[in-house]
């Protein structure tokens, strides 16, 4: 018989930019502040991944001499259903222009998702090992 994990939903968390560099958290709808939100360990994950969205785009955009505009980046995941105990998707979605160029827009966040070390890194394997002599 396969064991079935009930479907759950996490956040979803927002992460702010202004554009200058400092960026400020948010879970749920709640206030923004500029420490991430003391919630699950996947909480914090979705935060560090919206974090990630967010310096990547000021990295590409800084790379392109392109000004952005202040936006936010909102991150939810849903856990899978099936064994091992993991999100089995995550749905990032960035609010604002950006720039006055629609295409550029969409090309500093194609860019941006492609050296996010955050997303990057959640296709990986993962070795845990334990050191007892320490």
Do not use: W
């Amino acid at each position: 018989m396969a064991i079935r994990i009930k479907p759950k939903s996490f956040g979803p968390i927002s992460v702010r930019s202004d554009g200058g560099g400092a960026l400020l958290y948010a879970a749920q709808q709640g206030a923004f502040s500029a420490a991430p939100p003391h919630g699950t360990p996947v909480d914090l994950l979705l935060a560090s991944l919206g974090a990630c969205i967010a310096k990547s785009l000021e990295i590409v955009a800084a790379q392109e001499k392109q000004p952005l505009s202040p936006f936010s980046v909102e991150v939810a995941g849903q856990k899978a259903t099936d064994l091992p105990n993991r999100l089995g998707s995550v749905d990032i979605r960035v609010y604002g222009q950006l720039t006055e160029d629609a295409e550029q827009a969409v090309e500093l966040l194609r860019q941006a998702k492609s050296i996010c070390t955050i997303s990057n890194t959640l296709n990986c394997a993962i070795s845990l090992d334990l050191d007892r002599s320490g």
